[in-house]
């Protein structure tokens, strides 16, 4: 599981360093990108990161709810492909809101910022169960749970400073 978790981290550098090339492949032109930037509300970044963080949660969410659903059946590697697909709607959808924003720096950065702070809370609150973590009973062994708990944290926080960089950091720019 370590292997894979060192994959997507690298995988997830390797986004960033060809991240024109992605941003790109999303144009202004997408059907999404102009209903959101027609959208008043969308242009004011607390709304725009509120947003962001709901739809973030959603994407969660729904992402486990289907591996909890998964979990009742016994095909084998499935839950991998399911969350190489949710890292790929999400980084569309990030795709998309960078378009859709037409507002200045400093909006961008706090639209990004509040809107990926959804999965900084998330590893806070992972951190709060380490820190709390206690056997269950006499002799039960914690291990496999900090195990766990560390991998939960690292994918959150690889996914808040991913969403912060896509949809706060990052500029739109088109390659001619």
Known sequence: ??????????????VGVNRNKLVNSI??????????????WFQNPWLSGLFLF??????FGSTL???????FLTIPYIHLLIMFGAVIVSL?????????????????????FIGSSFYLLLTLVFTYMIVTL???FPGHDTFMAFI???MAITVTLVAFITCFLFTGLFER????
């Open 173 to 176: 720019k088109e390659i001619h």
């Open 92 to 112: 569309v959808a990030w795709i998309i809101l960078l378009h859709a924003w037409t507002g200045d720096k400093k909006g961008r950065i706090i639209r990004g």
């Open 148 to 150: 766990g708990l560390v």
């Open 65 to 71: 709810l289907i591996l909890f659903l998964l979990g």
């Open 54 to 59: 709901v739809l973030n949660a959603i994407l």
């Open 27 to 40: 144009g202004l032109n997408n059907g999404l990108v102009k209903n959101l930037s027609s959208y008043e």
């Open 134 to 136: 206690e056997p269950q």
């Open 1 to 14: 599981m370590t292997l894979f978790l060192i994959v997507g981290i690298l995988l997830i550098i390797l």
